[in-house]
């Protein structure tokens, strides 16, 4: 029986199980008001076997005009032309052959043939908008959950294309910058310079890696960064102080790639880079509040850090809307000290 059902269509299913419902609450009121006998049980039969018939083709009717693929209101105008013309066939037909085989029941025999027509012709009307209400009613319900599903699918592609985007500017930006520092270290003391290379390549090594992954571990992240202040701090030299404030806890959390070493970034080219006495960079990780703080604080000036056409500070916030659907945050404020604090907060679930 399962393995019946199963090589049955699913229009065909529904089909029999329809009518074999309307069969059943039909049996089931003729013997509740006892008038189920043998005249009952062939006209019970003609009809379902007529509709049948007849709905199906209404629907091969509906898939050759097209309806489905009509504004709204041209589909619901259509089915009840549908629906009436098939009610029509339908209650002639039943009509013919009610009479010419002398089939009719006791209330029938009193009217007059324009009124057995007509009551034919409503009672199949009925039915037939009921069956073609059903159809249109699943169908719309099938076609909004496919482009719903296309909606979805849509928005990933979409998603997806900007991350790439994103990327494919973040690791040029940081390349070029890089370069630049090598660049001055080169006349100046070549051993610095082939040690910056060596940094350089630690990075690029890193990021190649961190670039297959939409998110990596914070543990990976750092030592990126710490390979890029290694490099800065050739160019720097005391000029700069790094501080870490880590809890092993967030070592295992998962970050953007590349997000942190940019913000850094940010923090020395817009803060310790424009002061003649140079500064302090400060990184803090930790958990609070269900979310994963990162915090990047330097000495410098708020305005020096936002009021600038660099791409890092706009794709940080892109990146947090597109992986975590607005529920991630980041903040850039000013400390006392001067100071200036980069903040993002990711949801831990």
């Known amino acids: 029986m399962i393995s019946f059902i199963k090589g049955v269509s699913k229009y065909w299913l529904f089909q029999l199980l329809g009518w074999g419902f309307f069969i059943a609450v039909n049996v089931f009121f003729a013997v509740s008001y006892n008038i189920f006998n043998k005249l009952f049980v062939i006209r019970l039969t003609l009809f379902v076997v007529v509709v049948l018939m007849a709905s199906h083709l209404m629907r091969a009717s509906i898939k050759k005009l097209r309806?489905?693929?009509?504004?709204?209101?041209?589909?619901?105008?259509?089915?009840?032309?549908?629906?009436?013309?098939?009610?029509?066939?339908?209650?002639?037909?039943?009509?013919?052959?009610?009479?010419?085989?002398?089939?009719?029941?006791?209330?029938?025999?009193?009217?007059?043939?324009?009124?057995?027509?007509?009551?034919?012709?409503?009672?199949?009307?009925?039915?037939?908008?009921i069956w073609n209400s059903i159809y249109f009613i699943y169908h719309y319900i099938a076609e909004s959950r496919r482009q719903q599903v296309d909606k979805l699918k849509l928005e990933t592609l979409v998603k997806t294309l900007e991350l790439k985007t994103i990327k494919a500017h973040i690791n040029p930006h940081f390349i070029f910058n890089a370069l630049n520092s090598i660049r001055a270290l080169i006349d100046e003391n070549p051993e610095r310079a082939r040690q910056a290379v060596t940094a350089l390549g630690n990075i690029l090594r890193s990021s190649m890696y961190s670039d297959q992954q939409e998110i990596i571990p914070l543990e990976k992240e750092l030592k990126i960064v710490e390979d890029y202040l290694a490099l800065e701090q050739i160019r720097f030299e005391d000029r700069l102080v790094v501080v870490y404030d880590i809890d092993p806890e967030t070592l295992k959390n998962f970050i953007p790639p590349m997000m942190?070493?940019?913000?850094?970034?940010?923090?020395?080219?817009?803060?310790?880079?424009?002061?003649?006495?140079?500064?302090?960079?400060?990184?803090?990780?930790?958990?609070?509040?269900?979310?994963?703080?990162?915090?990047?604080?330097?000495?410098?000036?708020?305005?020096?850090?936002?009021?600038?056409?660099?791409?890092?500070?706009?794709?940080?916030?892109?990146?947090?809307?597109?992986?975590?659907?607005?529920?991630?945050t980041f903040t850039i404020t000013a400390l006392d000290g001067p100071l200036v604090e980069a903040k993002i907060m990711i949801p831990l679930k």
């Open 260 to 328: 942190l070493q940019m913000l850094v970034e940010n923090a020395i080219k817009h803060g310790i880079g424009r002061s003649i006495k140079g500064g302090q960079v400060k990184i803090i990780s930790k958990n609070s509040d269900g979310f994963f703080n990162i915090v990047v604080q330097n000495t410098g000036i708020l305005e020096n850090a936002i009021n600038t056409e660099g791409f890092g500070l706009q794709s940080t916030e892109s990146r947090l809307a597109l992986l975590f659907g607005g529920k991630a």
């Open 67 to 129: 309806l489905l693929q009509r504004a709204l209101n041209a589909q619901l105008v259509g089915f009840i032309l549908v629906s009436f013309f098939f009610a029509v066939v339908v209650g002639l037909l039943e009509t013919y052959l009610t009479v010419v085989f002398k089939m009719e029941f006791k209330d029938e025999v009193k009217l007059t043939l324009m009124q057995k027509i007509s009551a034919n012709v409503f009672t199949s009307f009925i039915y037939l908008f």
